[in-house]
């Protein structure tokens, strides 16, 4: 579906939270100046006091247009056709997420969401996956920390691999090395809107391993010992990560899209751990992983406890202080093993890492992704599959480009070699 002649570039929708905010402040300070686009929300007081604060960061850009909009298909509607795309901060996704996609969907209007909430997008999957390929809307969710660093990672050791040694990558193991963040009060919302609207078994099913990928991949042998921990010597000691499914099933599914999973090699698959300093520390952040998915499933059959748990954490909009911020950062390193049939098979390594707000680095993220649909060349993976809902994977290299020069720092070298990028 042609989007030329559009009013806007990019709408940012559910500018006026917190998430919201951040966001527009980098389109304001880092964008192309000459980019058109608008602020939308329900609230014109609201969004018109966010283009006032935003102004003074540079008064010399293009300001954002004000659009009001209720999270109703008709105002969704006619948001969508004015725009090439929609950027939505609105959640929790699975409360509010759903009319925008299928606004954008039937409207072949491209589309950045940063949720983390994998069952909500199986459900978009399956509802508007066919919809948007028929349109020309390239879709992208969970394009915040939730899941571009393990996508864009496990993708670039990959590339490098097949770039190096012509051959496929069987696995790829990628740690959080060190992080350090504020949940806001989105966050914790989007927890418990998953528990209210899926069943025990849909949010079960969600996470299998290869539940978003278009086709199954193989079954990994088990990589951690009686204890549930892994030692990699460049990684270190690693346990289990709490974020580790919803980043394996759209890490998965990049497989399934990028050439039928033929790019990435019939063997690979993925796993995520976080560091820890040793064995003991190890056991503990295993036991209180274990204990919190527990926790997650006895509260998912007692609403009663869901509704006492929301009135002791954030507000949705709000998050921690900009003085929290700028202590915040993260480090993810990964290791992509060759699918080359010897016993020692080639390995690289490739880390990602973000020194500012974690919050912030989301709002990059999803703009930097969709200045790469709008600014960026026509051979981008993405726009060569010609639509659906995709992942930041398909952004290719193109897309980590950006994000260098936004402030993110990233390396990937043969391990053994010099040769790096």
Not at 197 to 213: D, G, V
Not at 275 to 288: D, E, H, K
Request: hydrophobic content about 40%.
């Amino acid at each position: 579906m042609a989007t030329q002649g559009r009013q806007y570039e990019v709408i940012l929708l559910g500018a006026t939270g917190y998430t919201g905010r951040i966001t527009a402040e980098h389109i304001t300070t880092n964008a192309p100046t000459d980019l058109r686009w608008a602020l939308a929300g329900r609230s014109a007081s609201r969004l018109s006091a966010v283009a006032q604060q935003i102004r003074s960061l540079n008064p010399d850009r293009l300001q954002p247009g004000i659009e009001v909009a209720e999270l109703k298909p008709s105002d969704l509607d006619a948001l969508a056709k004015k725009t090439k795309v929609i950027i939505t901060m609105v959640g929790p996704y699975a409360l509010y997420g759903a009319p925008v996609v299928e606004a954008c969907a039937k409207n072949g209007t491209h589309y950045f969401d940063v949720t983390g909430e994998i069952p909500w997008v199986l459900d978009m999957i399956k509802r508007y996956h066919d919809t948007a390929k028929a349109t020309g809307a390239i879709m992208i969710p969970q394009i915040g920390l939730e899941s571009c660093p393990a996508d864009i990672l496990s993708w670039s050791l990959v590339s490098f691999i097949r770039d190096r040694l012509a051959t496929g990558t069987k696995e790829v193991i990628l740690c959080v090395h060190d992080i350090t963040i504020a949940p806001s009060g989105g966050t914790y919302a989007s927890i418990f809107s998953l528990l209210d609207k899926y069943s025990p078994n849909e949010l079960k099913e969600s996470l299998k391993p290869w539940a978003l990928s278009p086709k199954s991949g193989s079954k990994r042998s088990k990589n951690t010992n009686i204890l549930g921990l892994h030692y990699v010597p460049e990684l270190g000691t690693l346990a289990r990560s709490f974020n580790g499914p919803p980043d394996r099933a759209i890490v998965h599914r990049s497989w399934g899209l990028i050439d039928d999973g033929a790019y990435y090699g019939p063997k690979f698959h993925f796993v995520e751990h976080v560091r820890v300093r040793n064995m003991f520390i190890g056991l503990l952040v295993n036991l209180a992983t274990s204990l919190t998915f527990v926790l997650l499933v006895m509260i998912s059959f007692a609403p009663p406890i869901r509704w006492l748990l929301k009135r002791l954490v954030y507000t949705a909009g709000t998050g921690p202080s900009e003085v929290q911020t700028k202590k915040e950062f993260f480090d993810y390193r990964a290791i992509g093993v060759a699918d080359d049939n010897s016993e020692n098979p080639a390995r690289a390594f490739a880390k990602m890492r973000y020194d500012g707000g974690i919050y912030r680095v989301t709002g990059i993220f999803a703009v930097e992704g969709a200045l790469t649909l709008l600014r960026g060349p026509e051979d981008v993976y993405s726009k060569r599959l010609g639509g659906g809902i995709l992942t930041p994977a398909t952004l290719g290299l193109p897309f980590i480009e950006r994000l260098v020069k936004a402030g993110v720092k990233f390396e990937i070298r043969m391990l053994g070699n010099q040769d790096s990028l």
